[in-house]
Structure formats: C-alpha cells, structure tokens
C-alpha cells in the first residue's frame, strides 16, 4: 500500500510540474507576444518623427532601444542629403552613444552589431571607440571595427592592421577582402607595400593582390610572378596568385601561367587555364587542349574557355577533340562549343 501511494505522489507531482511548465510557457508566449506588439506600434510612432514630420516625443527606455535600432535601418536606406539628415537627427537622439554604450556588452553578437553602426556616423567619439574595439577579445568584433573604421577612412595602417587581426594566418574571412578593398579606394599604396614587405604572411599579400588585380597597376605584376614561381604546387595561395595574373592580363605573368597547366595540382591547373585564356597565352594552346583530357571536370571546362579566348587557333583544337572518341575530352569540347554557338 505504501508503494502505490509513493506511486499516486509521484504522479500528481509529475502532472502538477507539466501543468505548472505549460502554463509558464503559456503566459511567457502571451508576454512575448505582447512586447513584440508594443514595439511595432513604438516603431511606427517613431517613424514620423525620424522623418522630421512630427515633433519630437518623449523617450521612454522603450522607445530608446527601437530609436537606435530603426535609425541605423533608415540611415542605410538612404542616400545623400536625406542620410545626413538622418544621421544629424539620429545623432540628436543620442543613438551613437548608446551604440557605443553597447560595445561594453558582454554579448559578442550585440559588440558586433553596434562596430557595424558606429560605422554610420563619422564623429570623434565613435572613432575612438571604434579604435578600442581593435583590442576586443572577439576575433569577428575586431574585423567588424577595422571595417568599419576603414569606410570613415579612419582605420590604422594596413601593416598595423595585419598584425592586429592576423590577416592571412588565423584570420582568412570574406570580410578581409571587403576591409581591404575599403583601404584600397583611399590607400592603395598601403596594399601594394604589404606585397612588397617580405615579412607580411602569404595569405594576406593573396588577398592584397587580388584586390589590386583590378587596379591596372602592372608593376605589380612581375611582383606577383615571382610569388607565383617561387610557390610549391600545394601551396593554397598559388591558384589565387595565378588568377590575379590572369585580371592583370600581362604577358609579363606567362612563365608561371605556363608552368601551372603542369601541376599535378588540380586547383593550380584550372586556374592557371583561366589565367592563359585571359592573358591570351596561344603558345599554350598544345597544353591547353591536352587538358581536355584531364580527370577533372573544372580543369577540363577552364581548359576550354581559356581555348576558346585564344581565337581561331583554340577553336580549330576544341573542334578536332569534339569529333575525336576520346573521352571525356570530346564530351567537353561538343558542350563548350555547342554553348558558344548558342550565345
């Protein structure tokens, strides 16, 4: 008997707890939704007066987190006039302030979030705190506000910047590419000494180069050639050295260009191919066409394109192999042409 009451105990106990979680989850979702509600409605009461078509309100805590956030929305929407107008007036309301307040939080997705705004307002203040955030302890943070800085043309030099973030040791993303392209627009002559500086990692003179590929400037491009040579054929820069070679489109970078449709390395094979179609390298054209024979699809299609950018003389191959039966090189050349004459 007392085991079957331990068990009825237990399972009102049991029952009692569901009852009490989902009445809990119950009136969370009740709060949440009606939070979520006072906040659309506090939005669109701020709008107008962002806009400057109605007088100022009063700024209650609410309202000062959704004034912060919906003027970063609005200052990116826009352009010119109506952005400083934006900026000015969001400026009034304290909201570089409290994006800077934020930089302290010990949340790194909101440290994020505020270095990405900051970037919208030029002041003083918002710069230093922005040169701060260089030391943050998050790696995305960091690069976040050298970013940033860079779009307000404040950002410390290139060479500084390196070091700072490890640019092409342990820090490799995408948004390396967009702070170099940023410094690029307004110190290009930053990015061309961290290519020359022999102690600058690798991977960072990969991404300055390919950054300044589109720039024109051919001096670089015996610098880049010789980076190039020099590069075992597993180094995971070569490809992005050859590529480089290929936006310039000198003849000056043909001897690596040659030398990597040898590779026993497939990603050095392709882009080297890429890169001989773009320098119009027709004395490469006999290996070219051998590797409509190789085993890998991407080699075999940059192969073709790159044959069919040499003129006549790549066409006349790509039309031999296409009648040929050797495959796959004839699959490839039939379907590269037939693309060809289809455009």
């Not at 390919?210 to 491009?221: F, K, M, P, T």
């Not at 001989?276 to 699809?297: C, K, M, W, Y």
């Amino acid at each position: 008997m007392t085991t079957l009451l331990a068990l009825w105990w237990a399972s009102l106990a049991i029952a009692g707890s569901a009852l009490v979680i989902m009445f809990g989850l119950l009136a969370g979702r009740v709060i949440f939704g009606r939070f979520k509600r006072a906040r659309e409605a506090e939005r669109k009461r701020l709008v107008p007066v962002l806009l400057g078509s109605r007088p100022a309100l009063k700024i209650d805590w609410l309202a000062r987190r959704s004034i912060t956030d919906l003027s970063i929305e609005l200052i990116r929407l826009v352009r010119g006039t109506d952005r400083e107008r934006f900026v000015a007036t969001a400026t009034s309301f304290g909201v570089p302030e409290r994006l800077r307040h934020r930089l302290g939080s010990g949340s790194a997705r909101v440290r994020l979030s505020a270095t990405e705004a900051l970037a919208e307002f030029g002041d003083a203040r918002s710069i230093q705190h922005l040169h701060a955030a260089l030391r943050d302890r998050s790696a995305e943070v960091r690069l976040s506000a050298a970013l940033a800085l860079a779009e307000v043309r404040a950002a410390p030099p290139a060479r500084e910047l390196v070091e700072m973030l490890a640019i092409g040791t342990k820090e490799n993303s995408l948004l390396t590419r967009a702070l170099f392209r940023e410094i690029a627009q307004a110190q290009p002559e930053e990015l061309k000494a961290l290519i020359l500086d022999e102690s600058v990692s690798p991977g960072a003179k990969a991404t300055a180069i390919e950054i300044l590929a589109a720039s024109g400037d051919y001096s670089l491009v015996p610098i880049v050639a010789r980076l190039a040579s020099a590069a075992p054929a597993d180094d995971p820069d070569l490809p992005r050295y050859l590529r480089a070679l290929g936006d310039f489109g000198h003849p000056a970078g043909r001897k690596p260009v040659a030398s990597g449709l040898l590779s026993p390395n497939w990603e050095v094979r392709a882009a080297a191919a890429e890169a001989a179609g773009r320098i119009s390298l027709t004395e490469a054209a006999p290996n070219l066409a051998a590797l409509l024979h190789d085993q890998v699809f991407w080699v075999r299609l940059r192969a073709g394109e790159a044959l069919l950018r040499l003129g006549q003389i790549g066409v006349d191959m790509m039309e031999r192999v296409a009648e040929s039966d050797q495959e796959p090189a004839r699959t490839a050349a039939a379907t590269i042409l037939a693309e060809r004459r289809s455009e």
